[in-house]
């Protein structure tokens, strides 16, 4: 588990919420308030904002403009900054959640929700496709394959092209997108969302499974003393060693073998895109 440090000011946050919410429950035609964020994760610093969703049943924006004004109150009185999002539930239960919204609603905590209709919208929102985690895992194995971890030795990848052309920079922006590739590939084999970028690093350290190794090659690969041949080799051979280490779950996982994967995204995933288009 790897935590956070610096001064921890969710108590503040929380009792600044709290009221909040309190107040804002209290509004004719508000069907909901919603905690994300730091309110949720048990952490909240000088750089962090209050982060809270209120629904609404009926578009009034008199009821807008007085929950603005409690918000703006309470931050006045403990001395925080929210990031107030305020939405009719009807035109919310239209809206396609994008990786961002799934992973954060995810993990929202429903403060109100008096008709359950809060809660109801969520759990149809969070519904996934059985064979969701499945493909993820093939692109993520396909495009590794390409990039940087071919299935046996002397076959060439993309980020090695890039040495043969004389363009290190290439080569090793090649290596960070392969790097990408495997921590995506770890969440989807822990089948959970995508982190935002700011935190996917810092979460990906939280997932309940974790290559052997993982936090270790995770920087060792991220780490770039200088453009080099030689430090291209050495963060790729972190690289695949660290995919050694994630293949016997994929295997496990997916009760698929690399082979099969191959199969998979072509005739699951290519086919059907290409069929669609």
Known sequence: MVGLKGENRIEVFRKAAERMASKIA?????????????????????????????FLS???EGLVARI????????????????????????????????????????AEIVYDPKGEIRKVFGEKLRLPKDL?????????????????????????????????????SAHYCL???????????????????????????YSHNLKWLPEDYEMLVKEAMTIKSLSVRDFNRRLEAI?????????????VTGLERKQISRYYVEKILRQTSEQV
Request: proline content about 3%; charged content about 30%; overall charge positive.
């Open 68 to 107: 603005r004004g409690v918000v703006s109150e309470e931050e006045k009185r403990f001395g925080v900054e929210t990031d107030l999002m305020i939405h009719v539930l009807s035109d919310f239960r239209r809206w396609r959640w994008d990786e961002a919204d799934r992973w954060e609603f995810s993990r």
């Open 240 to 252: 695949r060693k660290l995919w050694s280490n994630t293949y016997p779950k994929i295997k496990k």
């Open 133 to 169: 985690w499945t493909r993820r895992i093939a692109v993520c194995v396909e495009y590794l394959k390409w990039y940087a971890c071919p299935p046996r030795e002397g076959i060439g990848t993309v980020a090695e092209s890039w040495i043969e052309r004389g363009d290190l920079a």
């Open 26 to 54: 209290a509004f004719e035609g508000v069907a909901g308030v919603v905690f994300l964020g730091g309110l949720v994760r048990g952490f909240a610093d000088r750089f962090s904002d209050l982060d809270m969703t209120v």
């Open 176 to 202: 960070n997108y392969a790097l990408e590739l495997l921590i995506r590939l770890v969440y989807a084999l822990n089948r959970e969302f995508l982190a935002p970028p700011k935190w996917r690093i810092h």
């Open 58 to 60: 009926r578009k009034d």
